[in-house]
Each structure stands twice: as C-alpha cells, then as structure tokens.
C-alpha cells in the first residue's frame, strides 16, 4: 500500500489517517482476546491486574485456577467437557451426514422447488436462535427428550446442517459432473462413484461445513438452556452460570483453553478453504 | 411439416420424448430423495413445533385449565345478569382446589390481567373459604365482598373462556381488551413492553451502523493490501469469529468494570477522576460496544468477499479521467460495494435483533433486548402462551425485513464468506 511518489499531500494525510483508523478497528476485534490469557494466571482472587502483575512480579502470577478448573472439588468442569464434546462430536457427524447427502441433492438440476426446499432447511440459521430454542423446546418437550442428550445432539443438527447444506452446495457449484458420468460409464455404482470420486473432491468443503456445526454445538448456549438438565451441562451452560453468578478466574482459565481451541480450529479452517481453492483452480 | 417427420424412437422402440420425460421424472425423484431426510427431520423437528407456537400463542389455557367446571357451568349462563348457583358452586369447588395446590396467586394475576380489582377479592376469598358451609354458595361469594355481586367481575371471567383468543399478541404490546371490548393502551407507567420493542430496535439499528462504519475501512484494507499481509491481519477477523461467544462476552466484563483496564485507561489519561469511574456495563453502553465487537466479523466478510472481486483498475481509470480519489470512490467504488453493505447490514441486523446472551449478561436492566422477555417468560414466570406470541411477533420483524430486503437488493446478491 505504499504511496505513489507524487501523491498530494493532503491525500497523504488522509492515507495515514485512514491506516490509523483500520489499526484502531483491528485492536478493537483483537484486544479484548488478549486480556484474559494474562488474567487467567493471576494469583488472586480479583479480575484486575494486581500491582504485582504490573510489575510483572513472578509471584503474582500462577497456576492455581488451572489446578481449579481440572482438580477443584464439587467442579462441573470435567462433566461440562465430557457432555459438550459427546454432543458436539454426534451433532457434528449427524449435521455432516444429513446435510452432503440433502447438498447433492439440492445441487441436481432436476431438483423441483429448489428455492423453497433451501429456503426451509436453512432457515434455522435465520431464525433468532431464541425463537428457534423455544420451538425445539416445545418439541423435545412432547417428544420427552428434554434434559436428555439425544435431545440436545438432535438439536444442534438442526442448527448445525445449515452450514453443512451451506459449504457443501458452494463446492458442488464448481464441481465438474462430468467426471461421475465417466465413473458410471465404467461401471461404478453410485455408491462407489459418490465414495470414491465425489467424496473426496467436495472433502474440504464437507469438513470446513463440519468445523462450523461443532463450532455450532461447541460454543451453542441458548438452545440448550431450556432443553438441559443437571446432567447434561455443557460448557458454555458454566460458562453462562459462572458469569451470571460470581466471575471467578477458573472461567478466565477455561476461555483460555478455549481461545486455544478456537484457534486450531481457525488455523484447520483456513487450511482447508486455500485447499479447497487450490483444487478448484482458483488462483490468486 | 411436423406431422411429416418420423417421431424419433429409441432402441426399445419406444418414442425419444417419453424416455426423456421418464429419465428426467426419475432423475427428479432420485435429487429428492436425496434432500428428503434432512427436508423431514427440519420439517418435524423445526417448522411444525414453530407452528405449534403459533397454536400455543392464541391458545390461553391458563385460565381455563384453572377454572374447568366454572367454564362448563357457564356455558349455559347469558352473561346478562348474575350467574345462578351453579356457576358460583362450580367456581367454589375449582376454587378450593386452586387453593389446595397453592396456585390460587396465579388466578389472580390472570384475572387481574383482564380486570384490574381481581387480585384482593380472590385474597379475601381464599380466608373466608375454609369457613364455608355445603350449599347456597352463591350468598356466601357474594357476602365476601361486593364486587363478588358485581355481574361485570363475572363477565371478566367469562372473557377468559374463548380457547382462542389474540390477547397474548395485544399484550406484546402493551394493550388489551377492556370490559367493552375495546382494544386499549395499558396505563403509561405499565409499558414496559414497547420500550424493549423500540430499545431492541434501536440498538439493533445503531449496533449495525457502529460495525458499518467499522468494517468498511477495515474490509478495503483487507481486500487491497497485498495477500502475505492480508491474511496475517484476517486472522484478527477470523479468531474472534471462531471464539465462542461467551469468551468474549467474559473479556468484555472484565474490561468494562469499575475497576477494569478500560476505565483505568481513562483515568489514565485524565478523563474522568479516579473516584468518579463511570459505569460502562449493565447499561446500554456495554450492550452496545459487546455487540458491536462481537458482531463485527458478520460485517467484514461479506464486505471483503464483495471488494475482493472488484478490479483496482477501475479506481485509475476513475482517477485518469479526472476525478479526484474521493470522486473516484464515492463514483466508482462504493456503488460496487453495495451487494455485500447489503449483506453485512442484513446479517448483522437480523443477528442484532434477536440477541440474548450478551445483553443478559453485559446490559443490565436497561440494556436488555426483547429476547431476553422472551427467555423470562419461559423460564421464570412459565407463561409460555405469552412467550409464543412475542416469538412470533419477532420471528414476522425478521421476516419482513428479509422481504424488504429481498424487494430492495434480491437476495441472489447476497454473498457470504
């Protein structure tokens, strides 16, 4: 972005003006991330820097929410991590499943009503999630699946296949039919032809599809606040009760294991979208 | 001419035409077959229970549920004069056993909904009624208090019976039906519901044009810088994206506290006395820059998917003929940016609207948004009728602005990601 040399001067100003406020806006989505690593090893009880944090005193600072989180006693952290990653993980093969085999479908040409069918399955992403929660609640509730885990997992598959239905359809639009014909006319079924050529070509477009239904179900509160019981908490139901009742630094020490999560998460993501464009041939 | 032309058969001898038609019929039932599991699961599991609202929401059985011999008794009353002895010994017998349960409260908050006065004669009801005898229940009722004699104490009652009713919908916004049946205001001071309407309307409506302002800046940056520096700074879009929300909503709590960084900041830099710290949380202010912040990637992408498509050849060209570069943009550049302002604007609006984690945990009582009621409503007072129709008379906002939406710009143009 390096001006040219003859650029007037008030342009000039107006330039630099113009990276100060993009740095501004960029420290502002970044920053407050960053607050809580630090904070999450403070030796006190209190969410402010102590004097001896400012000082960067090596007493200051410590492990003993960590300790707290995994060893503290009567904590729900180890049963919230066991319950979101049982939910999120089936939510995610559930949402992946349902939502490739409905994207190939919507991607025919020969689909009837395509407009309203796509319009139906993504409306969940649409819908205010309170709305959709009182609805899935009304449902699980006749079905008597509430406060049970199928009932959540069932759940974040509606909210989760959206996405799914979403990524997927993106990669069939650029997906060269031709090359199942030429499967078939060899004489694969379509069932071998879909695992052994379709699949593996719309592969990065499934799994990031997949990323955001566990991102879906990972990080989901609202749903699952009316639908769960003591049983079923999940993260970010502690999260939620933590924050609503004392904000004590163990939840600083789990949003870091979590920003960590989110990271490799960001980092598998990206990968696989330059994969995905790599392979579809779009270059930069 | 075309009757002359031999039909074209296929090798089964079979005309061209209707094997096509077949093929194309059975590629057609083979696509939705694909689609159908997931159409059944949504349709089931989504659409019919948010039909089910839609029933739950004019379906006022809280009442009737309370009351059901006095509305069968009642049946055959005129609703002219007083009810005979059967509808007061029927509403003895529910009555006691409301009573019974504890729940005699809850009747007289429903009551007092449709006719204010309820909520003391049903109190003074509940002492007297262990001292009553067995028959002639009528004189006893009415001998508790004279409102019992009142017909229009009854009537209210009755106006409960209906199975269907649009009540809920018109206390959604704060009016209702009166002795009359005339759709009134609630008294002034007994508003609340309208104020959340418009408050969540207009942080929705700020918050989308504090990110606007934000992330067009920041997504022309994006889309023009050269990409080994672009994707560094997308990841300072991409990890808020992906953290989870109430990681951020934490940072936010500890940043805008009395004591946090934000505060030390300005006292800092002499903007506010050290013993005078504003409070920035449990207001509309935290309301306001959480979402904003948290809202911000769902304004930058689409805005950058939009810019990154449009050539920088067209901002010389506007230059070399003798714009000036705010000409040039304001001409050239910005008209193009339009679908995906559209898309940001939409997306984050809409995502606005119907915010309930942030606000209930950084807005306080005066940053709360109309989801936050409807959370209430389900999980604290259980009046899930009323929670229904405020659902749905926020699912039909959403709706028309997607309509409008889809009038304005069409939602072809929409791009995401």
Redesign the interface.
């Known amino acids: 972005m390096a001006l040219p040399k003859y650029t007037e001067p008030h342009y000039r100003i107006w330039h630099y003006v113009y990276l100060t406020i993009c740095a501004a806006v960029f420290f502002f989505l970044i920053a407050p991330l960053f607050v809580i690593f630090p904070l999450s090893f403070n030796a006190e009880e209190f969410l402010v820097f102590s004097d001896g944090m400012k000082r960067l005193d090596p007493d200051a600072f410590s492990l003993r929410w960590y300790k707290d989180m995994i060893y503290g006693t009567k904590n729900p952290w180890g049963l919230a991590t066991k319950n979101s990653f049982i939910i999120a993980i089936f939510a995610t093969i559930g949402s992946v499943i349902l939502g490739t085999v409905a994207a190939l479908g919507l991607s025919s040409r020969h689909m009837p009503y395509k407009g309203l069918i796509m319009a139906v399955l993504i409306s969940p992403m649409i819908v205010p999630l309170i709305i959709s929660g009182v609805a899935i609640f009304f449902f699980m509730a006749k079905a008597g699946l509430a406060a049970t885990h199928l009932g959540i997992i069932l759940a974040h598959i509606i909210l989760g296949t959206p996405f799914v239905v979403i990524t997927v359809t993106a990669t069939l639009s650029g997906f060269d039919h031709s090359v199942t014909r030429a499967a078939a006319s060899l004489g694969s079924n379509p069932v071998n032809t879909f695992m052994k050529i379709t699949l593996p070509l719309i592969l990065p477009g499934v799994i990031s599809g997949g990323l955001f239904a566990f991102v879906t179900s990972f990080d989901e509160v609202v749903v699952v606040l009316f639908l769960a019981g003591l049983e079923n908490t999940t993260i970010p139901i502690q999260m939620w009760t933590g924050l609503r009742e004392q904000l004590s630094p163990t939840i600083l020490a789990v949003a870091t294991c979590l920003i960590i999560l989110s990271t490799l998460i960001l980092v598998t993501a990206e990968l696989l979208r330059r994969r995905s464009e790599r392979l579809r041939g779009i270059n930069r | 001419m075309s009757s002359e032309i031999k039909q074209i058969l296929t090798t089964d001898g079979i005309p061209l035409e209707v094997s096509l038609r077949k093929a194309?019929r059975r590629?057609?039932i083979?696509?939705?077959?694909?689609?159908?599991?997931?159409?059944l699961?949504?349709?089931?599991?989504?659409?019919?229970?948010?039909g089910?609202?839609l029933m739950?929401s004019v379906d006022d059985k809280m009442v009737t549920e309370m009351l059901p011999k006095t509305f069968k008794a009642m049946e055959k009353w005129d609703g002219k004069e007083l009810p005979d002895e059967e509808v007061f010994a029927a509403f003895h017998s529910d009555f006691i056993k409301l009573v019974d349960e504890k729940r005699e409260g809850k009747l007289s908050t429903q009551l007092n909904y449709t006719k204010n006065g309820f909520k003391s004669i049903i109190k003074k009801l509940r002492r007297k009624s262990k001292s009553f005898e067995e028959g002639n229940y009528k004189e006893q009722i009415m001998a508790v208090h004279k409102r019992w004699a009142n017909v229009e104490y009854w009537q209210a009652i009755k106006r409960r019976a209906p199975a269907y009713t649009g009540q809920k919908y018109l206390k959604g916004i704060d009016m209702f039906k009166n002795e009359n049946g005339e759709i009134v205001s609630v008294p002034e001071d007994r508003r609340i519901h309208r104020v959340l309407w418009l408050r969540t309307l207009e942080i929705a409506f700020f918050v989308t044009v504090f990110c606007f302002l934000?992330?067009y800046?920041?997504a022309h940056?994006l889309a023009?810088?050269p990409?080994k520096y672009s994707n560094l700074?997308m990841?300072?879009?991409?990890?808020?994206f992906?953290?989870?929300?109430?990681?951020?909503?934490?940072?936010?709590?500890?940043?805008l506290?009395q004591?946090?960084?934000v505060n030390d900041f300005f006292v800092g830099i002499g903007l506010v006395a050290d013993d005078n710290r504003p409070e920035m949380m449990f207001n509309k202010t935290g309301s306001y820059v959480a979402m904003t912040?948290i809202l911000?990637?769902f304004m930058v992408l689409p805005l950058y998917s939009v810019m990154k498509t449009i050539s920088p050849s067209l901002m010389r060209a506007g230059k070399s003929l003798g714009g000036t570069?705010f000409v040039a943009f304001w001409k050239v550049y910005f008209p193009l940016t339009i679908p995906g302002i559209g898309a940001g604007c939409l997306l984050v609006f809409?995502?606005a609207?119907?915010y309930?984690?942030t606000p209930?945990?950084v807005g306080g009582a005066s940053g709360t948004l109309i989801?936050n009621q409807?959370?209430f409503h389900?999980?604290s007072t259980l009046d899930?009728s009323f929670?229904?129709a405020m659902?749905?008379m926020?699912?039909t906002g959403?709706l028309a602005i997607?309509w409008v939406y889809n009038k304005l710009v069409g939602i072809d143009n929409i791009k995401?990601g």
Not at chain 2, 30 to 39: C, E, N, S
Not at chain 2, 41 to 50: G, L, R, S
């Open positions: 194309e590629n057609k083979k696509a939705f077959l694909l689609v159908a599991p997931l159409l699961f949504i349709i089931i599991t989504y659409v019919f229970p948010i089910d609202m739950r934000m992330a800046p920041i940056l023009t810088l990409m700074l990841i300072c879009v991409l990890l808020p992906w953290t989870s929300l109430l990681v951020r909503t934490a940072s936010w709590m500890i940043l506290q004591q946090g960084l912040q911000l990637p570069p809409i995502l609207i119907g309930y984690i209930a945990l989801s409807i959370a389900m999980k899930w929670a229904s659902g749905l926020l699912l959403v997607y995401l």
